[in-house]
């Protein structure tokens, strides 16, 4: 057993005696130049266009990977910003939006630049880039992410600074130990990695296959020996010969919602649940409360309308096609639309319809900043319709098969997340010295 000492910081407890706790930029700001930044870069949408030289930003390392990226620019733009070039083995370190995420760029990548929200860190010789990215990435180890929340007061920061960079602490052993420690990671990340992987492509075919029976139940019907007919709409193909389809506007009353001032008080903090699209996702089937209400002098101060309860809420915008089921009367702001079934209509059938119809709506929708459906358009949107009797007995075929699918995928989700949990605790002990290897 080898001898401790107290690190002096709470969070990392106690670390072998050979190993020190340092700042980042006391091994980033050596004498042979390698050093902190620059952060961001003076990219603007002027800059951006299809060149040779790609754009890294935030999404290449929450994918992981580099291998694409979603902007180009010229060979004259990055002789002008060949500043903030990235180059194999510099550390990529988010510092807005997303803070807490860091990659080693990999050997083998297109040349090109950093976008705003990245900084890069070029380390010395007395520290692996990969030990570097074990102990930064709050997927990891955790160890720097808790000092930037302390920093934060308590909330996770919007953004970070090169300052606040430079100044976290860091456990560091001798090179030759963080060499072994990340061959050992490598090797118990991978095995992990790999079963993770697993359960994520089970959890993928199994959605599909809930898409699939449910897309057959609500266009085919449950028996397969009706005739059938072909229904005039391309994404809903053949139907029951005693089917037809329907507009939405004739199966439900449409209702718009709007937004109370933000500024006024007395419009907020009431008993009236409001709603966004935020709020809540398809998968969530049923809804019932939102992260704000509004006072009845709010909802009298704007367009918006409450809602009776067992209604579909759609959202219109940002993104177009959520659907749920509010079990309470609501209020919504106008990013959704609340439809109010007709009497001959399960609105469970239709949250069905509606969820496997997010494509179709999608194209139907329009704009540059954010994609939007209009009132109109989601309005005169064709969707199969039968008998009331039919639907019930379609939702209770499908609430019965979805709940076995829901059951297993729930059960590989909290595998997933036991996996995660376990990773990361590898991942601290070995950072932090706590386990022998």
Request: hydrophobic content about 35%; glycine content about 6%.
């Amino acid at each position: 057993m080898r001898k401790m000492k107290d690190s002096g910081i709470e969070w990392i407890g106690e670390i072998p005696e050979s190993w020190e706790v340092c700042k980042i930029k006391h091994f980033a700001e050596g004498e042979d130049g390698v050093k902190i930044g620059p952060f961001g870069s003076a990219l603007t949408n002027r800059l951006i266009n299809d060149g040779d030289y790609n754009v890294y930003s935030q999404a290449n390392l929450i994918g992981a990977d580099f291998s694409k990226t979603n902007h180009t620019i010229n060979e004259e733009t990055f002789a002008q910003l060949n500043n903030y070039e990235v180059l194999p083995g510099d550390i990529c370190v988010s510092m807005m939006g997303t803070i807490g995420k860091c990659k080693v760029v990999p050997d083998g990548i297109k040349q090109g630049i950093m976008d705003s929200h990245l900084i890069k860190i070029r380390l010395d010789s007395t520290v692996n880039p990969k030990f570097f990215e074990y102990v930064y990435d709050k997927d990891n180890s955790g160890v720097c992410f808790v000092q930037m929340k302390m920093e934060s007061k308590g909330s996770i920061m919007d953004g970070l600074n090169s300052k606040i960079v430079k100044n976290l602490l860091f456990p560091l052993p001798p090179i030759e130990e963080q060499d072994f420690i990340v061959k050992y990671l490598e090797e118990k990340c991978g095995k992990i990695d790999s079963l993770i992987a697993v359960k994520e492509k089970s959890n993928a075919l199994l959605k599909e296959q809930r898409q699939s029976i449910i897309y057959e139940a609500v266009t085919k019907g449950l028996n397969s020996d009706v005739p059938m007919k072909y229904s005039g709409i391309e994404w809903i193909g053949d139907v029951p010969e005693t089917w037809d389809v329907k507009k939405i506007k004739y199966c439900f009353d449409l209702v718009a919602g709007a937004t109370p001032k933000s500024s006024n008080s007395e419009y907020w903090d009431g008993n009236i649940v409001w709603i966004t699209p935020a709020d809540y996702k398809t998968e969530d089937v049923f809804i019932e409360k939102g992260h704000k209400n509004i006072t009845d002098e709010g909802m009298q101060s704007c367009a918006t309308t409450l809602i009776p309860e067992n209604c579909i809420i759609f959202s219109k915008r940002a993104p177009v096609g959520l659907v749920a089921i509010n079990r309470v009367p609501l209020c919504t702001n106008q990013g959704c639309i609340s439809c109010i079934p007709h009497n001959d209509i399960s609105s469970k059938f239709y949250y069905y319809v509606m969820s496997v119809f997010t494509e179709q709506f999608e194209l139907f929708a329009s704009g540059t900043t954010f994609k939007e459906i209009s009132a109109d358009s989601f309005a005169n949107f064709l969707l199969p319709n039968t008998t009331f009797d039919e639907q019930v007995e379609i939702v209770n075929y499908l609430d019965e098969k979805c709940a076995e699918l829901d059951t297993i995928i729930k059960s590989n989700r909290t595998i997933i997340e036991k996996l995660k949990e376990y990773r990361k605790s590898i991942i601290f002990e070995a950072v932090t010295g706590k386990a022998e290897i």
